[in-house]
């Protein structure tokens, strides 16, 4: 499990300017069954895209991270669209 956290994390923090893209992969190639149950499309989008932190969108490194925070996406798209 240790070591699990410890790929995350190196995972993470890759700095997209200084990846070896010939490792990433474009995210147009990952085909996920949408017939198959939620945890089984996460795990066979984790497989697929190797780093789901950075991956390539055609010639464009692209690089995810995340707020440590409770609100959801769909709370910030609200309050964004309300104008608050």
Do not use: H, W
Not at 64 to 77: A, G, P, Q, V, Y
């Amino acid at each position: 499990m240790r070591e699990n956290r410890l790929v995350l994390e190196e995972m993470k923090n890759v700095d997209p300017g200084e990846v070896d893209r010939s490792k990433l992969v474009q995210i147009g190639d990952v085909k996920v069954d949408p017939k198959k149950k939620k945890d089984e499309r996460i795990a066979d989008f984790v497989r697929q895209i190797k780093n789901p932190y950075c991956y390539l969108d055609g010639k464009t490194v692209v690089k995810i991270s995340f707020s440590d925070t409770d609100r959801t996406i769909e709370d910030c798209i609200s309050d964004y669209l309300r104008g608050a």
